[in-house]
């Protein structure tokens, strides 16, 4: 048998130990030190913002004015943008998500092509934004409308929705649709009545978070021309518009003008921030109340 220093195991632990231990207080700081930042950020943004927060800012209309500004219309347009985003982005990530799972034929045209959607997650928003004024702008001559932001943020966050679907289809387990198979149901069957329900839970989750990031995008509504004037309400798909987040960058520019814009660039961020926790907070509703164990 051969012969163990006792010194040298107990050197080896004590080492591993020592390791452990300044790993785990290196990403305790790292993780307080995020926490800290967005507890500032968050208390500047609310102390600067809720006292301008009133049923006439929700309400009322944009005004050169600062004390009468409101954000009827951001709040109508980012409503409208997402009444676009929303079928398109769950519509044609979940279908591709189930093709690519399901339907297409594994080899490498089908890994080359899942690669390239992981890839255009990590793409910049800005060159969306690019995209969407060449094909729905000025290709398509839409103009900078609610139809024309809607696809372009769709374009933006399909690649987040697509894998978000494939890794909730994947994560069914296999003895699920092969009892169904194994009972005669066909291939379309099981997909609708066995893989889409159980994965349902995950496929939500993944596009709601997915959607409140689109909410909160401003680069691709810059490149797209979206103004931040006094416009009137957006009633349909084919009407100039803006957005929440467009109104903060405008205000935010504007502070240095005029003092009292900062504070309603801080409560409209107040307002994007509450929808933001809101469809969060669906997701987790949703996660929890759907889920299930096979």
Do not use: C
Request: hydrophobic share 55%; glycine share 8%.
């Amino acid at each position: 048998m051969k012969y163990v220093d006792a010194s040298l195991v107990k050197k080896r632990l004590n080492t591993r130990l020592l390791k452990n231990s300044l790993f785990k207080s290196l990403f305790f700081l790292a993780t307080l030190f995020g926490l800290v930042v967005l507890a500032v950020l968050i208390i500047r943004v609310v102390t600067q913002g809720i006292g301008w927060i009133d049923w006439n800012f929700l309400t009322g209309r944009l005004s050169t004015d600062a004390d009468r500004a409101g954000i009827m219309g951001p709040l109508l347009g980012t409503s409208w943008l997402m009444l676009v985003v929303i079928p398109v982005t769950l519509f044609l990530g979940v279908g591709t998500a189930i093709y690519l799972e399901l339907y297409a034929k594994k080899g490498k045209l089908q890994s080359i092509i899942a690669t390239n959607i992981s890839n255009l997650a990590g793409v910049p928003s800005i060159v969306y934004g690019l995209l969407g004024l060449t094909v729905f702008v000025r290709a398509m001559d839409f103009g900078n409308v609610v139809l024309a932001g809607g696809l372009t943020l769709s374009l933006l966050v399909l690649p987040i929705v697509i894998v978000s679907a494939q890794e909730a289809i994947r994560a069914v387990p296999d003895h699920l649709s092969e009892a169904s198979y194994g009972m005669g149901a066909t291939k379309w069957q099981t997909v609708k009545n066995i893989l889409l329900p159980t994965a349902l839970p995950g496929i939500l989750t993944g596009a709601i978070l997915a959607l409140s990031r689109a909410i909160g995008e401003t680069a691709p509504l810059t490149v797209l021309g979206i103004p931040a004037l006094l416009l009137p309400f957006p009633e349909g798909l084919f009407d100039t518009f803006t957005a929440l987040p467009m109104q903060i960058y405008y205000w935010t520019l504007d502070s240095s003008l005029v003092d009292e814009y900062a504070y309603l660039a801080s409560a409209t961020i107040i307002i994007l921030l509450v929808l933001m926790f809101l469809l969060n907070a669906i997701a987790v509703f949703i996660r929890n109340k759907f889920q299930h164990r096979y």
